[in-house]
């Protein structure tokens, strides 16, 4: 039960104030029968049983709505795309100075008109400094509205998500963000009028608010690392027992934004052709699609070795960037010196970068996955072949591919015969299982 004032009568009859005794057992009654009415008809039960009883100063003030459904949505505020419960669509705001040729998409708000849902949008690390995402917000209800068959005026709440490793920090920026339109907020979309009330909105911690609707994933593991794969960058974090390891999050920039970007750039350089994140992610989805069958070859090729990248990154040095093995390999990546020289002779021969800079996540990244890049390349995208030669070395790997005992066909292996390589293997191929479990096949 809420308390309001009794100024809070007008606004179209929205609220019935009453003031109750807790002295008198009608009164309390009255409440207790109440919590078993549906909300709609609950004030005209009340009206009827308090009419001529006089209250007492010491009742308290009673709120109860008055014909108005209160619904809640929940935003995924995400910087490739807004997502709900029934939608998915770009995070693009296109403002028009005057009425666009069409209603699909359009929004109304202040005398202005934003064509919702088109076009990439540069990233934003603070997702309050413009419109942007406020105009999406009302665009994602309105769909939700309409999808629900709920007409207006209506009261809203808002269920949002933050990233893991800013949840603390934006969470109540964010919250006076969605709140700080007008009550009630007017505007068209799509020519239909609509009329709400944000009533409130609630954030939570991304990924580990999800991972609940799949608790058989970790009834029977110690430990489980959450990764939440979003348009720039990916959150992950360690559970242990349940319950989040707050030191354990950590942001990478490996979204799939840049995944996009990547693809895109090598399909140009390898084919010749331009393609759209749309054709990419068709590719990737297993979908038909008309394309040149090089450039599929490409996407799908560029999309495994994405995942491969994005698995070691999450899991070689359990998320400590400051991470030293027994072997002096160094950063999140693990890598040693003398891989890591090598590899600044192809990638950074003019960049003055040492041996200490791989504590860097930014550069340890970078050379990380490029070096994962030339495994998949050299073991024909195997990620058990792959992930066997980022640990023990191309020598090693070379050496046991040619036993018969540990591989068929002299390109992969199928064996792995000792303990460090196998449980490192083993732990690789578990990630990339539960990912294209939850996410399809790259």
């Known amino acids: 039960m809420e308390n309001i004032n009794s100024e809070q009568r007008t606004d179209r009859n929205k609220y019935v104030c009453l003031t109750l005794s807790m002295d008198n057992p009608l009164h309390m009654a009255t409440l207790e029968a109440m919590e078993k009415i549906p ?13 001529g009883q006089q209250c007492n100063e010491n009742g308290g003030t009673y709120m109860e709505k008055h014909d108005m459904e209160t619904v809640t949505i929940g935003i995924d505020h995400g910087n490739a795309a807004v997502k709900t419960r029934s939608f998915r669509f770009p995070s693009g705001v296109v403002e028009y100075e005057h009425e666009p040729y069409t209603k699909k998409d359009v929004l109304e708000y202040e005398g202005r008109f934003y064509v919702c849902g088109t076009g990439r949008q540069p990233y934003l690390r603070d997702k309050t400094v413009n419109q942007r995402y406020y105009l999406l917000t009302l665009a ?60 409130d909105a609630f954030l939570y911690p991304q990924a580990y608010a999800a991972i609940f609707m799949h608790t058989e994933l970790f009834e029977n593991e110690p430990s489980v690392i959450v990764a939440d794969i979003g348009g720039w960058t990916v959150d992950v974090m360690r559970l242990d027992t349940g319950a989040p390891d707050a030191e354990s999050c950590r942001s990478l920039e490996l979204g799939m934004i840049r995944c996009m970007d990547e693809i895109a750039e090598q399909v140009r350089r390898s084919v010749g052709l331009s393609v759209t994140p749309a054709q990419i992610e068709t590719v990737l989805r297993g979908k038909p699609c008309t394309l040149d069958g090089k450039a599929k070859m490409v996407i799908e ?19 400590d960037p400051d991470a030293t093995s027994t072997v002096e390999a160094r950063g999140l990546m693990q890598m040693t010196e003398e891989t890591f020289l090598w590899l600044r002779s192809k990638i950074a021969p003019d960049e003055d970068l040492t041996f200490g800079d791989l504590y860097d996540p930014a550069v340890s990244i970078r050379f990380g996955c490029y070096y994962l890049h030339l495994c ?32 068929s066909d002299g390109q992969t292996l199928k064996g792995f015969p000792y303990n460090q390589m196998h449980h490192y293997v083993e732990k690789i191929t578990a990630c990339y299982g539960v990912y294209t479990r939850l996410y399809g096949t790259p």
């Open 39 to 51: 909300r709609g008809k609950r004030t005209k039960y009340i009206c009827n049983q308090i009419a």
């Open 140 to 199: 994602a209800i309105a769909r939700e509205l309409e999808q629900r068959g709920i007409s207006s005026p209506v009261d809203v709440r808002i269920a949002a998500g933050l990233p893991l490793t800013s949840y603390g920090r934006d969470k109540k920026k964010f919250r006076k963000y969605l709140l700080s339109g007008p009550d009630p907020v007017r505007f068209k979309y799509e020519g239909r009028q609509y009329e709400i009330h944000i009533r």
């Open 301 to 319: 090729r560029e999309g495994e070795a994405y995942a491969a990248r994005l698995i070691a990154a999450i899991t070689e040095s359990g998320f």
């Open 376 to 407: 998949m390349e050299r073991y024909s995208n195997d990620v058990a072949t792959a992930a066997a030669a980022y640990h023990s070395g191309w020598g090693t790997v070379d050496t046991l591919l040619q036993m018969e005992e540990h591989s």
